[in-house]
């Protein structure tokens, strides 16, 4: 190793020596050449991690302990009927949303190792479905986790200044948690309600047709009443004073109900303020 050390020092004098004076430039790049011990940035590959990259959690380890409470397993239960006993391995996505959502929004590494136990499946096959979908945070957020769409129709309709007002009344970025642990922001890619942009998703929630002033209050309501505020009977809740998706002009066309077409009709209807029952959430 010394010797080696000393032939990669000797290289670049003797190069230096060898060639012309009128040449320095040539000699400083022989010796530049060397080329110095550098450590490997992180890699990216932490963001697969189970544990989300917070290796600081110390209440999210291998050591703790996960189980579902009576009243989840019997969603549980309802969840498993619905696929043959060959294919459990399909209940994965709506069992590891079950256990984040009785976690208070987070998924714990214990929670993941639970589903793989009940649906006799490795590890690895319920982590990989974890790290894959960006629902399932494996890293704490607070109470009221805000997604704010920065995609082109939401940006050409003012979502900066969104973000620009969030961040004012909070005091976090993109990425951070409050102190007090009510409020996590994250700037995300399109939600799907491109309509009436610019909007934010809070929790499962959406809030459409923002201003910054409107935004602002629905922060401090949410912060004063530790809630979030009742949605349209269209499950959104657009802040412009819309229902739903119409215009400026209201509803302008399909005035009257559309033909019955010949088919057979379902009996059962959903209520769109129930969806999440019905989903079971």
């Known amino acids: 190793m010394i010797a080696a050390r000393a032939f990669a ?9 060898a060639l012309p004076s009128f040449a320095p430039s040539a000699a400083a790049a022989a010796a530049s050449s060397v080329r110095s011990i550098s450590m490997t940035p ?6 697969l991690s189970p544990l989300g990259h917070d290796h600081a959690d110390q209440s999210n380890t291998e050591d703790h302990a996960f189980d579902f409470t009576d009243a989840n397993y019997r969603v549980v239960e309802r969840v498993l009927g619905k696929y043959p006993a060959m ?5 994965i996505i709506p069992l590891l949303d079950l256990a984040q959502r009785q976690c208070g929004n987070f998924l714990p590494l214990a929670a993941m190792q639970k589903v793989a136990r009940l649906l006799n499946v490795s590890d690895i096959e319920v982590y990989e479905v974890a790290t894959f979908y960006t629902m399932f945070n494996r890293k704490r957020v607070g109470k009221f986790f805000i997604q704010l769409c920065g995609t082109t129709p939401c940006m050409v309709n003012g ?4 973000k620009a007002a969030i961040e004012e009344e909070l005091g976090i970025h993109s990425g951070e948690t409050t102190p007090d642990g009510m409020f996590t922001l994250l700037e995300v890619e399109c939600l799907g ?10 929790n499962d929630d959406f809030f459409e047709c923002l201003t910054p002033e409107t935004t602002r209050d629905l922060l401090r309501h949410c912060r004063e009443k530790g809630s979030l505020p009742p949605l349209t009977k269209w499950g959104s809740k657009p802040l412009n004073g819309q229902d739903s998706c ?36």
């Open 9 to 17: 020092a000797a290289v670049p004098r003797a190069v230096a020596s």
């Open 42 to 47: 992180r890699s990216l590959s932490d963001d």
């Open 87 to 91: 294919y459990k391995k399909s209940a």
């Open 159 to 162: 979502s900066e200044d969104i």
């Open 193 to 202: 309600a491109c309509v009436n942009a610019p909007m934010i998703q809070v």
């Open 246 to 281: 119409e215009g400026p002009l209201g509803k302008t066309s399909l005035a009257t109900p559309p033909p019955v077409p010949k088919r057979r009709t379902l009996e059962a209807k959903v209520d769109p303020r129930t969806v999440k029952d019905t989903m079971m959430y």
